[in-house]
């Protein structure tokens, strides 16, 4: 089977979703996560995404 929507959802943003994590600071992940961090919205990548609700838990 073709493979051809993989990633369709992140192609319309910047870069491909891809930037630099205000958590973790990695450059070239992709930033895909709305978290509140200081009161501010940001986006945040997968793992950083992952701590933090087990941080809450």
Do not use: W
Not at 17 to 29: F, H, K, N, Q
Not at 42 to 50: L, R, T, W
């Amino acid at each position: 089977m073709s493979k051809a929507h993989r990633g369709f959802g992140v192609r319309d943003q910047k870069n491909n979703g891809r930037g630099t994590c205000p958590v973790c600071g990695r450059t070239g992940i992709k930033v895909l996560y709305e978290a509140s961090i200081d009161g501010q919205t940001v986006k945040i990548c997968k793992q950083c995404n992952a701590k933090q609700k087990n941080a809450a838990n």
